[in-house]
């Protein structure tokens, strides 16, 4: 069975920073797109960031320029360094690995920006 897991989420105040990273041990970095997506309530799932087997990076508008996403292909992980973090922010982040014919997920993990 395929596994993404997510951790780093958590409650962090507006202006603050986050480092989500996602691991897995059956799936080859090298050969899938790896993303970020993220879902707030009452919001459709939405691209926050990904990177192509090739390290071609896209960012939504809304986090360009405050969010960072990277790989280490040796590990199999993928990091979202979230900086200048705003209410907005807060959603449920999920990794994803898109191949040629389907996309995992990951199980999701909560990020909260409050003061």
């Known amino acids: 069975q395929v596994q993404l897991v997510e951790s780093g989420g958590g409650l962090v105040q507006p202006g603050g920073s986050l480092r989500l990273s996602c691991a897995s041990s059956r799936i080859p970095f090298t050969m899938y797109t790896m993303g970020w997506y993220r879902q707030a309530p009452g919001k459709e799932r939405e691209l926050v960031a990904d990177?192509?087997?090739?390290?071609?990076?896209t960012y939504a508008d809304s986090v360009r320029g405050r969010f960072t996403i990277s790989k280490d292909n040796a590990k199999n992980m993928v990091f979202l360094q979230m900086n200048s973090l705003r209410p907005e922010d807060t959603a449920v982040y999920f990794c994803s690995a898109r191949g040629l014919g389907a996309t995992n997920w990951g199980q999701g993990t909560l990020v909260t920006v409050s003061s």
């Open positions: 990177i192509t087997r090739t390290g071609t990076i």
